[in-house]
Every structure is written in structure tokens, then in C-alpha cells.
């Protein structure tokens, strides 16, 4: 307390020209309306940055939630877009959405795990049986497939990535219907094989490869990759041809998973239990 009586004794004068200044000051800002208004936009400017810049600051620490709701209205686009005339949203919870008489339901997840530098390679997702995920679901990005889920716990479920030799996906060329198997040689992350392709299909440098739609997994249309490069097969009826990913698999986060809902019904059809 002494130290403060101290302070004010030996700084009397300027303290005391501070408190005039601030009175007079004041007194002006009252008295003039110009000189009002000209402090008003001053203040109005400075607290209208301090507002702006704590405005950043929280819409940076807000780019997760913001993310996460992209992700969600993707998901229900997507699921619009596979679903074709089937529009009306019957659920619409975080991770789930089905649509009414629509055949596929999709379901948002996040990567926390992912191998590409083995010849058989694996993804961990966040999502598992107690929210409705199985095996043979179908796993894809906005930019194109990822694998197939092959394993599920309570919580998590494993996916088969394409980037794996033990990977057989059904795909065709975008311009035509002719279908091959989308395979893997083991070799560049970005490249994988399309076989089977017919000599008479009209196979051409750059155009797009997408899921064929022939199995209970994937709809059909779902962007794959480009053509790279092809070649004639050595009995000279099929092409090989070299796609290059338009998933960058080395680097992926929020994935959508796909469930044909008929895909028992589709199983029982082909494989009856008097043939098992």
C-alpha cells in the first residue's frame, strides 16, 4: 500500500494531466457532435476489428464442425444420386440415411488407419456392427472407390483396399457396357489393372473407368480412375488396361460406406441353398 501512496506522490503532476486530458477530453466529445461522431467510427472501427479478428479466430477452431456437416451433406447426395428418383429422406441421423424405396443406404466414416506400401493392404475404419456396418459393404470417397469391408467388430470395421492382390472389383469403360475385373499388380499406388476388357471394346488413352454395377456391392457408376495405358493380351482377344486412381490412397480421411439393401435377397437368388 505504501509503495502505491509512494508512485502517486512522485508521478502527481503527469497523473494528474491525465485525468485533465481525459476530463477535457470528454468534456469536447459531449459538447461538439462532430467531435462525437469522429470518435464513434473510431471506436466502431477498432472494436468492429477486434470482432472481425475474434471472428477468425473462432470460424478456425469451428473448420471441424463445418467439415463434418460437408461430409454429412455429401453423404446425402450421394446416396440421392445411387438412388436415382428416389428422393425423399426417411432418416437422416449423423452416420446413417436411408431413402424411401431407394436400394442403397450410406453411412459416413473416418479412416484411423491406412496401409498402401504392401502388396496386401488394409484400411481401419471408425465404424462397426453397432452401427449397422457388415462385410461386403462397399467403401468409397467423393473422388472414387477404396475397397470392400472384410472384417467388422463392435466398433470398427476393417476394409480390403483396392490396393491389395486379393482385390477383385467388377468396372467397365464409362463410354460402353463392356465390363472387366479391376485388379492389382502389386506395384504403383496410383495404377491398377483392369483385365478381360474386349479387343472390340473401344478403349482409348484418358477416358474413365467406373464400377460396372454387376455385383450386390458397388452401384454402378462409381468413378474408378483413367486410362493410362493398355495393352492387346498375348491370346488377342482382351485388353489389359493400366488406371490411374483418381483416390489418392496414401492420403485419405472421411470415406462412405455402401449398403445394397437387397443384397441377401440378390445372394440367395444366385447362390439357392440347395446348391451350397
Known sequence: MQQIINFVIRNKTTLLFLLL???AFGL???????????????ANFLTGGIYESANNIMAYFGLREQNNILVEE???????????GDSTITS???????????????????????????????????????HGVKEDFGVMTSKGIVGII???????????SILNTKSRINAQLKTSNHIGSLEWNGESSEIVQLSDISKFAPVKQGDTIVTG???SIFPKGIPIGSIEDFTLDVGGDTYTVNVRLFNDMTNLSHVYIIENLDAEEIKLLENPIDEQ
Open 21 to 23: 486530458f481525459v476530463i
Open 28 to 42: 469536447t466529445i459531449q459538447s461538439h457532435s462532430y467531435h462525437r461522431s469522429k470518435f464513434i467510427n473510431s
Open 74 to 84: 455429401n453423404r446425402q447426395l450421394r446416396a440421392l444420386v445411387y438412388n436415382r
Open 92 to 130: 437422416t441421423t449423423s452416420t446413417d440415411s436411408i431413402f424411401s424405396n431407394g436400394r442403397y443406404r450410406m453411412r459416413s466414416a473416418k479412416v484411423i488407419n491406412n496401409n498402401y506400401s504392401a502388396t496386401k493392404n488394409y484400411l481401419t475404419i471408425n465404424r462397426g456392427e453397432k
Open 150 to 160: 472384410d472384417n467388422t467388430s463392435n466398433g470398427y470395421a476393417r476394409i480390403l
Open 213 to 215: 454395377g454387376q455385383s
